[in-house]
C-alpha cells in the first residue's frame, strides 16, 4: 500500500497552526493504518515521546536554531529545501503520495521535480497562495514585485501535479483563475486543534484579571499583515462609552507594537493585550471571550484563510468578520448567524451588534448555539483524515 509523505517546515512540538494542523492529520491518519512519514525542519526536546504507530518523521533542523532576520529565514528555508529533497530520495518509493505544504514559501515547486524525478506523486496542500499573499501584503516593500516572476514557475508545477489542495472555495477559485483545471482543484476544510471544547471562562479571566461580569471582546491570533488591524482600534474606540465592555488582543505579530501605541494614544483605557498562549491554554483563552473579531484585508481574499475561524466556533462563540463581505467567511457568518460581517466603513453595525449582546442575553445565547451547532456539522479532522485516505487509495 502507498504510503503519504507530508513536508512542512513545522510540525509538533511547534506552535504555529499548520503544525498543529498537520500533527492532528498525520495522528488520525496513522490510526486507520496508514503509512504516514513528516519531513519537517522542526526539531524536537529529547525529553518529549513521539513514538506513534505508522508515523515517522525526520527532523532536519536543530535545537539551537533562531530566527535573526529575513535573511538567515530564508537561508533557513533554502536550507530545508535542500534536506528534504535529500530525504526525499532516500526514502521514497514509486507508489509513494508526497503532500507538499505551504511553509516555506515556494515549497512545493522547489520539491516537485525532486519527487517525478524519484517515482511518485505530488500534491499540493495550500494553507496560502503564495507569491499573491506577498504582492498584497509586500512584506519587503516595492522589491516584493520582483515575486511575480515566481508565478510562472508556480504555475507549471501546480500543472505537472497530481493535485493541488484548498482549504476554501475563495482559495479554489484563486487557484483555477491563473489557469489551473478546475479538475485538479480538491477543498479540504482546516479544522481546530483536536479536543478544544468550551469549558468555564472564570480561570483564563482571573488569571487576567479582567471581571467575570464584563462583556469580553477578543481578537486571538496572528497580528500580521495580512489581517486588517485598525478597524479593531476604531471599533473599540466606538465602544469606548460603554463601561461595560471590555476588548483583549491576544498575540504576537508585526502589527502589535503599533496597535499599543495606537491604544495608548487615544486612551483605550478598556483595551488590554496578551501574549499568545500555547496549545495548552487555548481553549481557555478562546473560550474565557463572549465575542471574537476576525479581520482579513480585501487584497487577501483567496490567499488566506482565518484559521482562528474553526477555533472560534470550537468554543460556541459568535463573531465579527471585518472585511470584504464577499469573501467566503463572510458569506458563512451571515447565511448560518454565527456573528455579523461588515465592512471596515461601517463599524457602527459591529458596534451595536455588540452592544445588542451584551444587553441581551437570550440573543446572545441564541448565537450561542447556533455557532455550537454549526461546528458539529463541519467535516473537521474526521473528514479530512476520510479525504487523505482517498489520495493515498487513488489511482
Known amino acids: 500500500m502507498p504510503r503519504i509523505i507530508f513536508i512542512n517546515r513545522v510540525y509538533w512540538p511547534s506552535a504555529e497552526a499548520t503544525a ?5 492529520l498525520t495522528i488520525g491518519l496513522a490510526a486507520t493504518g496508514t503509512s504516514v512519514i513528516v519531513i519537517t525542519d522542526t526539531p524536537i526536546d529529547p525529553e518529549l515521546q513521539d513514538n506513534v504507530p505508522n508515523l515517522k518523521v525526520y527532523r532536519t533542523g536543530n535545537r539551537t536554531q533562531r530566527k535573526l532576520g529575513i535573511v538567515s529565514k530564508l537561508l ?5 529545501i535542500d534536506a528534504a529533497k535529500i530525504t526525499i530520495k532516500k526514502i521514497l518509493n514509486p507508489d509513494d503520495r508526497v503532500v507538499a505544504m505551504t511553509d516555506p514559501p515556494m515549497l512545493g515547486p522547489k520539491i516537485g521535480p525532486t519527487v517525478r524525478r524519484s517515482g511518485g506523486k505530488i500534491w499540493h496542500w ?7 499573499v506577498a504582492l498584497a501584503i509586500k512584506p519587503f516593500g516595492h522589491l516584493t514585485n520582483l515575486m511575480r516572476i515566481l508565478i510562472p514557475h508556480r504555475n507549471r508545477e501546480w500543472a505537472q501535479s497530481s493535485g493541488i489542495v484548498a482549504i476554501g472555495s475563495d482559495m479554489a477559485d484563486c487557484i483555477a483563475q491563473t489557469g489551473i483545471s478546475r479538475t485538479l482543484i480538491s477543498i479540504s476544510p482546516n479544522w481546530s486543534p483536536i479536543n478544544l471544547v468550551p469549558q468555564s471562562r472564570i480561570n483564563q ?7 467575570p461580569d464584563k462583556f469580553l471582546l477578543t481578537y486571538s491570533g496572528n497580528l500580521g499583515r495580512a489581517h486588517t488591524l ?15 465592555v471590555e476588548t483583549l488582543i491576544v498575540g504576537n505579530g508585526p502589527q502589535r507594537a503599533t496597535l499599543i501605541k495606537l491604544v495608548s494614544s487615544q486612551n483605550l483605557r478598556r483595551c488590554h493585550f496578551k501574549q499568545s498562549v500555547p496549545i495548552s491554554e487555548l481553549e481557555s483563552s478562546l473560550a474565557a471571550a463572549d465575542v471574537h473579531v476576525i479581520t482579513m484585508r480585501p487584497d487577501c481574499v483567496g490567499t488566506v484563510w482565518p484559521s482562528k475561524f474553526y477555533g472560534v466556533i470550537s468554543v460556541s462563540r459568535p463573531m465579527i468578520f471585518i472585511g470584504p463581505k464577499t469573501a ?7 447565511h448560518h448567524q454565527l456573528g455579523i460581517a461588515v465592512e471596515p466603513t461601517n463599524l457602527e453595525a459591529a458596534q ?5 449582546l451584551c444587553s441581551d442575553p437570550s440573543t446572545y445565547d441564541a448565537f ?5 451547532q454549526f461546528a458539529h456539522q463541519q467535516p473537521g479532522r474526521i473528514g479530512a483524515v476520510q479525504f487523505w485516505n482517498g489520495i493515498v487509495a487513488s489511482s
Open 205 to 211: 479571566r482571573e488569571r487576567w484579571e479582567i471581571q
Open 76 to 80: 533557513g528555508y533554502a536550507r530545508f
Open 328 to 334: 467566503e467567511i463572510a458569506q458563512l457568518i451571515t
Open 230 to 244: 485598525n478597524p479593531l482600534i476604531d471599533l473599540v474606540r466606538l465602544l469606548q462609552p460603554n463601561e461595560q
Open 352 to 356: 451595536q451588534f455588540v452592544e445588542r
Open 20 to 24: 498543529q494542523i498537520l500533527r492532528d
Open 368 to 372: 450561542c448555539l447556533r455557532v455550537g
Open 126 to 132: 495550500s494553507q496560502d497562495v503564495y507569491p499573491e
